[in-house]
């Protein structure tokens, strides 16, 4: 069974950067998609960005695309999401995700969600 751990989160100011880190156990990762979603208050879930295990391959959501960053260490089944010129609307609960799909941004195509960590963007 995939398990996924979150951690990194925290209160920054806007503008700021912070990095979110998810480290996975369970399962060999070579085919899996691991990405990130969040949800803010009053608003639906949304995909923030995904990576391909196997081949590195990544997906970024409009709205952070140009300002989050996210990579993999395979060696250690670590999955980060660098996030810099935050705002106040990326306030949200991050969640890491996985799943066997096509690296889109979509729900339905991650069947592992963790336990999710809290961005705060705020002066």
């Known amino acids: 069974q995939l398990q996924l751990v979150e951690s990194g989160g925290g209160l920054v100011q806007p503008g700021g950067s912070l990095r979110l880190s998810c480290a996975a156990s369970g399962a060999t990762l070579d085919y899996y998609y691991i990405g990130w979603f969040r949800q803010a208050p009053g608003k639906e879930r949304e995909g923030v960005s995904c990576?391909?295990?196997?081949?590195?391959?990544?997906n970024y959501a409009d709205s952070v695309n140009g300002r989050f960053t996210i990579s993999r260490d395979s060696a250690k089944n670590t999955v980060y999401l660098q996030m810099s010129s935050l705002k106040p609307e990326d306030t949200a609960v991050y969640y890491c995700?996985?799943?066997?799909?096509?690296?889109?941004?979509?729900?339905?195509?991650?069947?592992?969600w963790g336990q999710g960590t809290q961005v705060i963007v705020s002066s």
């Open positions: 995700v996985a799943g066997l799909g096509f690296g889109n941004l979509l729900e339905y195509e991650y069947d592992y």
């Open positions: 990576i391909s295990m196997s081949d590195g391959s990544t």
